[in-house]
């Protein structure tokens, strides 16, 4: 009886053992359909609104666009602000690009502001970007994290493209994670703008 059970028990060790590696490869190809491409991770399509009460403090960061501009938060108080994060390779900011050049335009006369913050790309793809679809608002260039340190909290960092609509004072209103859609965001720029 002892001889039987050793080689049965081995077997079922030995299957118990392929388990943790066929749950990891069968979570890694269920995980890398849904999510990456091109060695982006996407966010999940979450929108969040917060009440003016329950705001945090004004987000600060500066930059120096791909123009050689000077770019500041703190110097667009007053104004409402969208912070868009993405960068050229990734298909979902080139999918939501042309929308929020319209959106740009569309809110210019009431005085909200856009700004990029582009996490990957030198100058060139960024500029090639910008020209292909027609983006006309500036972009800071972010390969060092510096901005994505001082949006953490509010931008996961692997999570791209999102889109931030700061307050007149500053402060995070809404939040889109993932590719934004053009009603939702022209929704809450209403709502913000409202205040």
């Keep these: ?12 060790l030995g299957a118990l053992g392929l388990l943790p590696a066929a749950a990891l490869l069968a979570a890694c190809g269920t995980d890398t359909s849904d999510r990456y491409d091109s060695g982006y991770v996407g966010g999940d399509g979450v929108t969040t609104e917060i009440p003016p009460e329950d705001r945090a403090e004004p987000l600060d960061f500066t930059g120096t666009t791909y123009a050689g501009e000077e770019f500041a938060a703190a110097d667009q108080r007053g104004e409402v602000l969208v912070v868009n994060v993405w960068y050229a390779a990734c298909p979902p900011c080139r999918k939501e690009a042309p929308e929020l050049q319209a959106i740009n335009e569309e809110y210019a006369e009431d005085g909200v502001q856009f700004v990029g913050v582009n996490v990957r790309d030198a100058a060139g793809p960024a500029q090639a970007f910008e020209q292909n679809y027609g983006i006309t608002y500036p972009s800071l260039p972010d390969t060092d994290a510096q901005i994505m340190y001082a949006l953490r909290g509010q931008v996961a960092p692997n999570a791209v493209p999102s889109t931030l609509v700061l307050d007149r004072e500053g402060r995070v209103a809404a939040r889109i994670s993932g590719a934004a859609d053009g009603s939702v965001l022209r929704a809450m720029l209403d709502r913000v703008l409202a205040e």
Excluded: D
């Design 1 to 12: 009886m002892t001889p039987r059970r050793a080689p049965v028990r081995r077997h079922l």
